[in-house]
């Protein structure tokens, strides 16, 4: 039998850890992190800085990240700093993204249990599928099953399925709108197929993962308001500032033609922060190049593009003590993914999903430094810690997202086009070629 001298230690033990625990599971603590708009407290820095430091390399003591609402900008942010290359790693801003995530969906999808996924789209874009697959890491999170997912009502769907498994657990069920950057009048696919959507359901909670947001064409935006403002219980997410602007504008306080609020709106970082920190794609991924330049070939391509250098692998002359690098250029839209378009096929979306998100890490794993003018060329280097240079997209979104939420990561630096982009890496590498001769012989531990 134990005596009681020696089971006061235990119980007290018990005690503390029982008390942690329900500490860390009370709303309270939750609630701690600064809710959008308020002033990111110390709460907030404890939370990002109290998770486990799992990258040897990381350079930065960061903090927590807020939105950025400010309108008097006082010190420059790191990402615009011109005199200095990229670092490696920013893991307390990529938990903290990660963590208003999860607490903003907690309360958004309280009481859901069973969801359909509207917006589905399967193409080899890595960016998606990271997003399509950073969605199933949250339902997994909160318990929801994952049921059925279309991207339109009338075509590649079966929509008499999908009404019926929301019928069958509702008023547990509720339809996820996917997030990403198709919730604009441009193409004028995805936004009408929405509007259908949101009009068929009435009974159904609507919930939305975040989205950019560029509508211009007012019967397009009026359309939009008559759908999005009858529904009765519809939740709308921005991932940037400016298109929760757009928002507030439109169904908030002084919304025109919509009832004020009715339509609740949130800014919250993008879905594919809930990979949180993958550190391992970047030190476990074999470095095939020096740099890596992913960029996009499509209409979104911006003045700042790339198109001087070819795509494929080559060398690129940074100039200075540098010289010539090796590179990888590509778009990953258009880069299959081994395993998947051949036998085997993998099967299922989710399974082609994880595969192609993985191959995107590991892609922006193998170089030592990336140029990018992809949104999620961005975020997924951020989240492995890879130093990079964005640059911005036609519609401003890469901006709007990155002046938001990560401007304060060291591993980023904004370039407005591909000779500033050169001009960083030349930085980077000669910081490197000086820190190897400041080791001496065998200084070179890459
Ligand atoms: C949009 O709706 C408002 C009010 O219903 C109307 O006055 C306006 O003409 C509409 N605009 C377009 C372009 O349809
Ligand atoms: C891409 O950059 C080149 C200069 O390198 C420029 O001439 C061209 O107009 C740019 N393309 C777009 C779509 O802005
Ligand atoms: C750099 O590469 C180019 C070919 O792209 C080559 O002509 C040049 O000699 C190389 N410079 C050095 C210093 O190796």
Redesign the pocket.
Known sequence: MLSTKRLTPILLAVFLLLATLFFLNTPEAISSLPAYGEKAGSSAVTAADSQQQTDATKSQTSTGVKPDTSSSKPAIAISYDKTTPPTTGCEPIVHDLQQRIISTYQTQLKGIRYANVFGYLETENKGDAAIWSAQQILMSMMGINFLEACRFTDKDCDIAKFRSQLEAHAPHSAILIAGGGNFNDFYWEDQPSRIKMVSMFPNIPIRSFPQSIHMT???R??LT??SFGSHPDLQLAARDQRSYNWLSDTFGQKA??VEANKVRHILTPDIAFMWGSRPDFRLNTKKTHQVLILARDDWEVSAGNSSSIPMGEGVLDLGGEVGNVTYNKVDWKFTNTPGINESPREEGKNQRAWAKAIQGFEMLGSADFVITDRLHGHIMSTIIGTPHVLMDSKLGKNIDFHDTWTKDCAATRVATDIEEAKNFARMFFEKRLREEKKGGDGGNVA
Do not use: A
């Open positions: 064409h007012p019967d935006i009026n308001k008559t025109v033609d």
